[in-house]
């Protein structure tokens, strides 16, 4: 098989879009990893489906579970109208699957196995599984067109980052499977005991008796594990020149699903001398005097009169009062709120028992 449109034919989506994101709390205590704002106007899981928009791939399953009302919503009102259009194809979809009432997925591999019977109804040949917490551009039709002229189960996308010895092959989260290997090695799997894990069971059970393939690339990926990472990411698309450019609308652009496709013009920082390298979202409001260094301010946020942050992440409603200080002097910050551990401050919205949108107060 080599046509590109007759294997995307062949191909159903899964992408996984349930997890807790333990190490990124306070973040995700309301929230579901793939739905944390990111560069500004994005969230998450825009990177993995505006991917799949891009490369054609109109039939897909969200697994979804912690927290997912919020992102079954932002879902339905922000990405369904690309695929359920009036002249559209009846074949093409884009369908949240939570766990079965009464029933919880054990892992990435039990909610795959649990829905089995939806996915394989349409007898698709492929099943391409992708993470939702990465931050990427990539056509999956190449990968795809080498997994189907490969003879192997899966075939594990990996991208070369730099380490210590210069460079490692990392694990993108993006899968292609071949549907009757997937579903044997899943079977296989839910008799055992074992994490219920694709990367950590399931690829490892293939790649023993040899039935995988590699697909190696270089580009920008960044894994969004731990609010450090979190950070990292989102200051590096506040560079002049990013490494990444999400709000470049061609060849291959990056939808948010509140906004659609975004332009350069449409990203303008608010009007405040004092900003700088910080990713300001929508709807903050920040005082002429203040000054915000080094920061992820998210939507809704106000920075009051002569307020001093840096290298911070102030969630949604904050409120930070005039002539306060966050992220000058630690021992205060870390008695007050939670701090990373590279020294990044996290106001939260909801902390201590403070309702949402309270000042963080004077320093």
Avoid at 247 to 273: C, M, N, Q, T
Wanted: aromatic share 8%; charged share 25%; net charge neutral.
């Amino acid at each position: 098989m080599s046509d590109p449109k007759t294997i995307l034919g062949a191909t159903l989506t899964v992408v996984l879009a349930g997890g807790d994101g333990k190490r990124l709390l306070p973040l995700t205590a309301d929230r579901p990893k793939s739905a944390l704002p990111i560069g500004g106007p994005f969230k998450l899981i825009d990177f993995t489906l505006s991917n799949c928009f891009n490369s054609g791939l109109r039939r897909l399953f969200l697994l979804t579970q912690y927290k997912s009302e919020a992102l079954h919503c932002y879902i339905r009102d922000g990405w369904s109208a690309l695929w359920y259009r009036p002249d559209g194809d009846p074949r093409e979809y884009i369908v949240c699957l939570p766990p079965a009432c009464g029933k919880h997925y054990r892992g990435t591999a039990d909610a795959v196995f649990q829905n089995l019977q939806i996915i394989t109804r349409e007898g698709p040949e492929f099943i391409l599984v992708l993470s939702s917490d990465h931050v990427y551009r990539m056509d999956y039709t190449q990968l795809l067109e080498r997994h189907a002229n490969s003879g192997a189960a899966v075939t594990v996308a990996q991208v070369r980052q730099p380490s210590k010895r210069g460079s490692r092959a990392v694990n993108m989260g993006v899968y292609a499977f071949t549907t009757r290997a997937l579903v044997r090695a899943l079977a296989e799997d839910a008799e055992q005991v074992t994490n219920h894990d694709l990367e950590a069971d399931i690829v490892p059970r293939l790649i023993r008796i040899g039935a995988t393939s590699g697909y190696c690339l270089q580009l920008y990926w960044r894994g969004i594990r731990t609010i450090d990472s979190y950070y990292e990411a989102n200051i590096e698309l506040a560079q002049a020149k990013p490494p990444f450019d999400p709000y470049r609308d061609e060849p291959w652009p990056i939808r948010a699903g509140d906004f659609g496709v975004l332009h350069p013009s449409d990203f303008v920082l608010p009007a405040a001398k004092g900003v700088s390298n910080s990713v300001i979202s929508p709807g903050v409001s920040i005082a002429d005097d203040a000054e915000v260094d080094s920061c992820i301010v998210m939507a809704g946020a106000i920075i009051g009169e002569r307020a001093r942050v840096r290298c911070a992440i102030i969630e949604e409603g904050v409120e930070i009062l005039a002539g306060s200080e966050i992220g000058f002097d630690r021992l205060k910050d870390r008695a007050r709120y939670r701090m990373s551990e590279n020294g990044v401050v996290i106001v939260p919205a909801k902390s201590a028992g403070i309702a949402r949108g309270v000042s963080s107060g004077p320093v």
